[in-house]
């Protein structure tokens, strides 16, 4: 870095996406989000610039962004490592501000949350020193995640499919709708929208050959798996980003078919490894994780801070 001056500045659109994925690729292991930013970074909380801040040297290089992610209820962020140590505490100040003046809106949330690799011990202490608390042991609601690799190479066995269902790409435009209506249902959550799945198919990190739904004998889309591949790594990364079933087909072997063949995609495309994001507490996700030969390499803690009704 030339400076080590900072100042904020306003986000401005497609130029400053590229610029942020640009960071985050800057130091990889650094942040939680690298391959599955196209998707978040499509999401309508971006539709709003005062939700995105940027921080830049005297020379306009960005050293840090953040987005607070209303569909999520989480701020995500990164900056570069070289960055003074106070930027952190600058971001978290700036979402802090962001999130109470959300307060009284649509977009308006009681409480937000943080995820942070649990190796950030400063990343940590500035949260806690922020007014975030650690999730991971709060009793019935205790909430903390794990982040997963497995070798791209490694084989992956056939998932055998009930008779009529088909795994396939979603076919553009004509499936986006449905598309829209299965996520809603199987999160039990209205913030996926058209708008928002229209911007990841377009968005230059999308592979469409990647993005694939179980479609069940009726023609209803019965499960979906967005695979992303980030070629431009030292080691071409694949990410799993969101993988889902409806209520209706589970324990059928959908979302391990959609695995399998998303696993068989990304390794023929290239990837090195592949990675995925899940909840602890989530068990049959992690089983199912587990049995395709994923391993978990870091825990991810979940920090919340409460700003009213």
């Not at 971001?91 to 690799?117: E, K, N, Y």
């Not at 490694?154 to 979603?170: E, H, M």
Request: glycine share 6%; net charge negative; hydrophobic share 40%.
């Amino acid at each position: 870095m030339a400076s080590s001056q900072t100042s904020q500045r306003k986000f401005s659109g497609e130029p400053d996406l590229q610029a942020m994925m640009a960071l985050a690729h800057a130091c990889p292991t650094d942040n939680l989000h690298v391959v599955d930013l196209p998707y978040r970074l499509s999401s309508w909380a971006l539709d709003d610039p005062d939700n995105v801040g940027l921080w830049a040297n005297a020379e306009g290089q960005l050293l840090a962004w953040a987005v607070v992610q209303t569909p999520f209820w989480t701020i995500d962020y990164a900056y570069h490592p070289d960055a003074d140590r106070n930027l952190h505490q600058q971001i978290l100040a700036w979402a802090d501000r962001r999130a109470c003046r959300l307060l009284g809106t649509l977009s308006g949330h009681p409480c937000w949350f943080v995820m942070v690799l649990a190796s950030h011990a400063d990343r940590i202490r500035d949260l806690e020193e922020a007014g975030f608390s650690c999730q991971a042991d709060v009793g019935e609601d205790s909430w903390s995640k794990v982040l997963l690799k497995r070798p791209a190479q490694l084989p992956v066995a056939d998932a055998a499919l009930p008779t009529g269902f088909v795994i396939r790409p979603l076919a553009g435009e004509n499936e986006v709708e449905a598309y829209v209506q299965l996520h809603q249902a199987v999160f039990e959550s209205k913030n996926m929208t058209a708008e928002w799945r229209r911007r990841t198919r377009h968005h230059p990190g999308h592979v469409s050959d990647l993005d694939l739904v179980a479609v069940a004998p009726d023609g209803r889309l019965a499960g979906f798996c967005i695979c992303w591949l980030d070629t431009d790594l030292e080691n071409p990364s694949g990410q799993i980003e969101p993988l889902g079933v409806h209520e209706d087909f589970r324990k059928l072997g959908i979302g391990r078919g959609l695995l399998a063949e998303g696993l068989r995609r990304l390794y023929l495309r290239g990837a090195d490894r592949v990675y995925v994001e899940t909840d602890k507490q989530r068990n049959a996700a992690l089983e199912l994780y587990m049995a395709v030969g994923f391993r978990p390499i870091q825990d991810v803690l979940v920090y919340r801070k409460d700003y009213g009704a």
